[in-house]
Antibody, heavy 120, light 110 residues
Framework: QLQLQESGPGLVKPSETLSLPCTVSGGSISSSTYYWGWIRQPPGKGLEWIGSIYYSGSTYYNPSLESRVTISVDTSKNQFSLKLSSVTAADTAVYYC????????????WGKGTTVTVSS | QTVVTQEPSFSVSPGGTVTLTCGLSSGSVSTSYYPSWYQQTPGQAPRTLIYSTNTRSSGVPDRFSGSILGNKAALTITGAQADDESDYYCVLYMGSGRWVFGGGTKLTVL
């Protein structure tokens, strides 16, 4: 059964780059069965789709974040990662990695989430 | 800018039936948006309930059902239980690899 686990620093300084890996277990990051994504949730607020990466390597990002976001895959570590540059306090949130089954259109498996605080 | 709308809050009596909706600020929701629904309790990751409008995810009780009602997607809970008290989010696939979440509905069971 596919499982996802986010990791990374809980605290990031303003203007720096947030980097979060998501480790995949129970399946291969290289498999064409899945595609991958990131969702975030600011404290007390709703969910926001950040972006997705497909098995082809194609990436799609939320237009409101597109200029600052990069999602990539590291097959050697069976991970995919989120990088968000020039962070501000508004980027403080719980960040979730998710998987999608190929040919479907929903977030199938969710990681437990990791809290990132942007503060000096 | 596409906005997906949900009721901010709703309440239901134990054993009652409630329908939460998911609409668009402009236009109608259809099956082509592949509406899906997620349940979230405080401090927990969301749990997938319904996908592709009306397909229940594995292990989801059949008191949860999805549909299109009029110009909105809908999540109906029949025979509400105390542990259904949660936040519920819908998300729509907008095409071109893009997704938009609704603002969520806080459901109270009392």
């Amino acid at each position: 059964q596919l499982q996802l686990q986010e990791s990374g620093p809980g605290l990031v300084k303003p203007s720096e780059t947030l980097s979060l890996p998501c480790t995949v277990s129970g399946g291969s990051i290289s498999s064409s069965t899945y595609y991958w994504g990131w969702i975030r949730q600011p404290p007390g607020k709703g969910l926001e789709w950040i972006g997705s990466i497909y098995y082809s390597g194609s990436t799609y990002y939320n237009p409101s974040l597109e200029s600052r976001v990069t999602i990539s895959v590291d097959t050697s570590k069976n991970q995919f990662s989120l990088k968000l540059s020039s962070v501000t306090a508004a980027d403080t949130a719980v960040y979730y990695c998710v998987s999608f089954l190929r040919g479907t259109y929903y977030m199938d498996v969710w990681g437990k989430g990791t809290t990132v605080t942007v503060s000096s | 800018q596409t906005v997906v709308t949900q009721e901010p809050s709703f309440s239901v009596s134990p054993g009652g039936t409630v329908t939460l909706t998911c609409g668009l600020s402009s236009g109608s929701v259809s099956t082509s948006y592949y509406p899906s629904w997620y349940q979230q309790t405080p401090g927990q990751a969301p749990r997938t309930l319904i996908y592709s409008t009306n397909t229940r995810s594995s292990g989801v009780p059949d008191r949860f059902s999805g549909s299109i009602l009029g110009n909105k997607a809908a999540l109906t809970i029949t025979g509400a239980q105390a542990d259904d008290e949660s936040d519920y989010y819908c998300v729509l696939y907008m095409g071109s690899g893009r997704w938009v979440f609704g603002g969520g509905t806080k459901l109270t069971v009392l």
